[in-house]
């Protein structure tokens, strides 16, 4: 059975001593829960300190970005090893806001995939249409291009530990998610992608979560949403008390469910 996945992605945003605040806040908050896994995603000069406070917890430590290099004349950038060294568990990759701000193409992104496998971290593939492309009828093409652009090549074991996260880029930091329908949909899509690569089995135990304006007054709605298995959240992370009731409500919404088939 799968647990249900909470990520909060701080994007650029706090000092160290705010990252201390915050941490020890959601860590005290979410004490011996286990009914969902919950990632922290600081910004790479927080890393450190967060994986100080997490280290004896249940909370992971997850990282935003990487290189796929290993190590290098790469002014700048960090590699998977570092990130491993430091603790992470997990590492986003693909989020729109790299793939419209930073030009990150779906060739970059694989390398990075395939770099964080070999280092043995979760990278967490983020993908997404813009609202031109919704409303062009085009979403579920574009996702599935962006899925199976990412995984090409990789072996069956190794997208078996990807989890996957969508995010419409209309509905990221927007105030505007996306409806349980629209939802439901595009996960089922992305499902039956893993279910033609991998087989039933492995494709139902693989994460699909939703990323977009998730926020405690509508996180019950999305942890109730048929193949939502967890958040990607992005400004509501940054409040203890906010972050802490949008896991209470999965784990509230999720408890005692039968996630198999
Ligand atoms: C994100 O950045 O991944 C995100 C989902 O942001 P927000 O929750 O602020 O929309």
Redesign the pocket.
């Known amino acids: 059975m799968k647990t249900p996945l909470v990520v909060g992605?701080w994007?650029m945003h706090g000092s160290c001593a705010e990252a201390r605040t915050l941490t020890g806040c959601i860590r005290q908050g979410t004490g011996a829960l286990r009914t969902v896994e919950v990632a922290l995603a600081p910004p790479f000069t927080a890393l450190s300190t967060v994986a100080t406070i997490l280290k004896r917890g249940n909370l992971r430590l997850a990282a935003q970005n990487v290189h796929w290099e290993e190590a290098g004349a790469f002014t700048g950038e960090i590699s998977p090893k570092m990130l491993r060294d430091l603790g992470c568990r997990y590492v986003?990759v693909g989020?729109?806001?790299r793939r419209h701000l930073f030009h990150e193409d779906n060739r970059t992104i694989a390398k990075k995939i395939a770099a964080l496998l070999r280092t043995e971290l979760g990278p967490i593939l983020?993908v997404g249409e813009t609202l031109k492309e919704r409303d062009k009828g085009t979403t579920v093409r574009v996702i599935s291009r962006q899925v199976l652009s990412a995984l090409k090549g990789l072996p069956k074991n190794g997208i078996g530990k990807i989890t996957f996260?969508y995010?419409p880029v209309w509905?990221?930091?927007?105030g505007r998610?996306a409806n349980p329908d629209q939802i439901t949909h595009v996960h089922s899509r992305i499902r039956e992608i893993l279910k033609g690569l991998l087989g039933k089995a492995k494709a139902t135990n693989c994460r699909i979560l939703y990323?977009?304006?998730?926020?405690p007054e509508n996180a019950g709605e999305l942890a109730g949403t048929p193949e939502v298995d967890g958040l990607?959240?992005?400004?509501?992370?940054l409040r203890a008390e906010g972050f802490l009731k949008i896991i209470r409500e999965f784990s509230r919404s999720w408890r005692g469910q039968s996630l198999e088939e």
């Open positions: 992605n994007k986003i989020h729109s806001e983020c996260a995010e509905a990221i930091g927007t998610n990323g977009g304006s998730a926020r990607l959240v992005g400004g509501a992370s």
